[in-house]
T-cell receptor
Framework: DSGVTQTPKHLITATGQRVTLRCSPRSGDLSVYWYQQSLDQGLQFLIQYYNGEERAKGNILERFSAQQFPDLHSELNLSSLELGDSALYFC??????????????FGSGTRLTVV | EDQVTQSPEALRLQEGESSSLNCSYT??????LFWYRQDPGKGPEFLFTLYSAGEEKEKERLKATLTKKESFLHITAPKPEDSATYLC???????????FGTGTKLQVIP
């Protein structure tokens, strides 16, 4: 157990629907990062939050949004889902706001299947 | 834009057969190069951070090295439990995000 908790582990939904993925960071970590991992593609950075504030944005679609709450857990909202959104979504955490020199701690991911 | 290319895509080794994985990168001002291990159905697990050319880090049967254009992950006398996908990632100056390669899938056969 890495200490980063992601729920749900699996999610199957239809095109056009909206889903919410949840992440609780490792105790003491203030930064949360969201990554998307599709077949044959590397981990694609979506967005980072630090202590409740958006810190950095990557290749996140306008249909996707995220937030970090006062208790530091984060949610990734995916709307108007398309077949191409099917992927593994990982959450990672680190202590500080900058790039973690000791690496990120990743959760086990949420596997999203859009049918 | 930062780019990371890993080779080979897949590698099959006999137990005890040493080899190296390659990570070539293009960045504007390297702040750090990272190696992660990912097991099927799990999130990546951090292994090493390298900062400057010539630096080396070791952990059990793994040794990571860094030059100005690439990094190598050397695996000495691998065991079946070393089977996993190994990911390389870079962070360049001025950016918060870390760019990952697509990984090398290593299979070690008993």
């Amino acid at each position: 157990d890495s200490g980063v908790t992601q729920t749900p582990k699996h999610l199957i939904t239809a095109t056009g629907q909206r889903v919410t993925l949840r992440c609780s960071p490792r105790s003491g970590d203030l930064s949360v990062y969201w990554y998307q991992q599709s077949l044959d593609q590397g981990l694609q950075f979506l967005i980072q939050y630090y202590n409740g504030e958006e810190r950095a944005k990557g290749n996140i679609l306008e249909r996707f949004s995220a937030q970090q709450f006062p208790d530091l857990h984060s949610e990734l909202n995916l709307s108007s889902l398309e077949l191409g959104d099917s992927a593994l979504y990982f959450c990672a955490s680190s202590v500080g706001p900058g790039t973690a020199v000791y690496g990120y701690t990743f959760g086990s991911g949420t596997r999203l299947t859009v049918v | 834009e930062d780019q990371v290319t890993q080779s080979p895509e897949a590698l099959r080794l006999q137990e005890g057969e040493s080899s190296s994985l390659n990570c070539s990168y293009t960045v504007s001002g390297l702040r750090g190069l990272f190696w992660y291990r990912q097991d099927p159905g799990k999130g990546p697990e951090f292994l090493f951070t390298l900062y400057s050319a010539g630096e080396e880090k070791e952990k059990e049967r793994l040794k990571a090295t860094l030059t100005k254009k690439e990094s190598f992950l050397h695996i000495t006398a691998p065991k079946p439990e070393d089977s996993a996908t190994y990911l390389c990632a870079v962070n360049s100056g001025g950016y918060q995000k870390v760019t990952f390669g697509t990984g090398t899938k290593l299979q070690v056969i008993p």
